[in-house]
């Protein structure tokens, strides 16, 4: 065996090995730095478009939900003011026929007190009825206080009279019949009021003259 296989060292140097080089000149090593390096820069770009439609399409989202919202309440205004154009258009009716009513209770009471009259005024009784289930279910509620404290906001005070048994202030008689139109005021009702009894009535109006 020869003694330059004994000893490596003593191989001539230029017998020695060459490293590997692709064709490009490049090692392998530094091709696949290469190769990463540039998945990496395609999966950022990647990354960054699909961040960019994602934003897109949250703000397409919210856009469609705006109109949405902004479809809906256009609607529920309409509607309202559909509503409410219905309304005001009733109150004029309603307006007009409350002295029609007055009148229609006025000629059934006349009627009632006459002798033979109580055969018309059951027939005008069920005409009244149909005409008040009708007023109602258009919105018309009447305001008749039978009794109970004045309330200036629904009452009108007619005159003011001493009574033995109703307080001072209470409603004694109803002497017209008010209405409201979907919690509207068309008429408040005229009410006689209770000014207490007689004696204590005599002294407050003695103490208010002096």
Do not use: W
Not at 37 to 42: K, N, R, T, V, W
Not at 49 to 64: C, H, N, P, V
Not at 133 to 159: C, K, M, W, Y
């Amino acid at each position: 065996m020869s003694k330059n296989l004994e000893n490596p060292e003593n191989q001539n140097p230029e017998e020695q090995p060459e490293e590997v080089k692709t064709p490009e000149g490049t090692s392998p090593d530094e091709e696949q730095a290469a190769s990463a390096a540039g998945s990496d820069a395609e999966l950022g770009g990647l990354l960054k478009k699909l961040d960019e439609a994602t934003a897109e399409i949250s703000e397409q989202k919210e856009r469609y939900l705006r109109t949405v919202a902004d479809l809906e309440n256009y609607r529920k205004r309409a509607l309202r003011e559909k509503d409410e154009a219905r309304r005001q258009a009733n109150c004029g009716l309603m307006e007009d026929l409350l002295p029609i009513l007055d009148n229609f209770r006025l000629g059934l009471k006349s009627a009632e007190s006459h002798e033979g009259g109580a055969v018309f005024a059951e027939g005008f009784r069920m005409i009244l009825g149909q005409m008040e289930s009708t007023l109602r279910q258009n919105g018309l509620e009447e305001i008749n206080p039978e009794s109970g404290p004045f309330d200036p906001n629904f009452h009108e005070a007619v005159a003011h009279v001493p009574h033995e048994e109703v307080a001072d202030g209470a409603i004694i008689e109803v002497h017209r019949i008010g209405y409201k139109l979907h919690e509207r005021l068309l008429r408040p009702a005229a009410v006689l009021i209770s000014s207490g009894p007689a004696k204590v009535a005599a002294e407050t109006s003695e103490a208010e003259e002096e």
